[in-house]
């Protein structure tokens, strides 16, 4: 799996510089006008491909002139140039994989990855009284705290608001020590997860 994803991004890298080269090839030949010199036609005559100098003369033509169209084609070429700069840094950017913290300091940091903890925190909900089945989704915040999201199936005699204290109560070490916000969501158990 680290292989396959490893070869996807070397590849999607690779893609990504070529089509840049080959944008900026077209950009310094669409330096002069004309047909000589550093123009399209002569990169067409260059890459032999005559058919695209006489198909662009009249494109390059309105392009040249001056009015609305050559500012809307100086606005697009920008953006391109902005999209394309912006693909880049996308690209070669390492990706972080959010982690909940649980300590921060000078020795380094000590976090967990969120289905782990995801799976710790449904195994603690799932033992509570009334409680058939439980999933639970950790997020870890962007700038403050994280958010454990549980939704849980009852059975019909259990007082929702009783059984959310009760799953709060179990899941109180993992929210204290990660230093997380609860939301708890209880419904009636449909199906296989209405008895216990």
């Known amino acids: 799996m680290i292989l396959l994803r490893f070869i996807v991004r070397?590849?999607?890298?690779?893609?990504?510089?070529?089509?840049?080269?080959?944008?900026?090839?077209?950009?310094?030949?669409?330096?002069?006008?004309?047909?000589?010199?550093l123009s399209i036609p002569a990169l067409a005559d260059l890459v032999s491909l005559p058919e695209l100098g006489r198909t662009t003369d009249d494109f390059r033509a309105q392009l040249e002139a001056d009015g609305p169209v050559a500012t809307l084609s100086a606005l697009g070429g920008l953006a391109a140039i902005v999209l394309g700069v912006v693909l880049i840094i996308g690209a070669l950017s390492p990706t972080r994989e959010r982690v909940l913290t649980l300590d921060d300091s000078e020795a380094g940091r000590l976090a967990a990855r969120r289905r782990p903890l995801a799976q710790y925190a449904t195994t603690l909900a799932e033992r509570v009284d009334g409680v058939t089945d439980a999933r639970v989704r950790a997020k870890p915040g962007r700038f403050g705290r994280g958010i454990l999201k549980v939704r849980a199936d009852r059975t019909r005699p259990t007082r929702r608001r009783e059984l959310c204290q009760r799953i709060e109560q179990a899941l109180e070490p993992v929210i204290r020590a990660f230093g997380l916000r609860s939301r708890i969501s209880t419904r009636v158990g449909a199906g296989s997860s209405r008895v216990q």
Do not use: M, P
């Open 10 to 37: 070397l590849l999607g890298f690779v893609l990504l510089v070529g089509l840049a080269l080959l944008g900026g090839v077209v950009a310094i030949f669409s330096i002069e006008g004309g047909d000589t010199g």
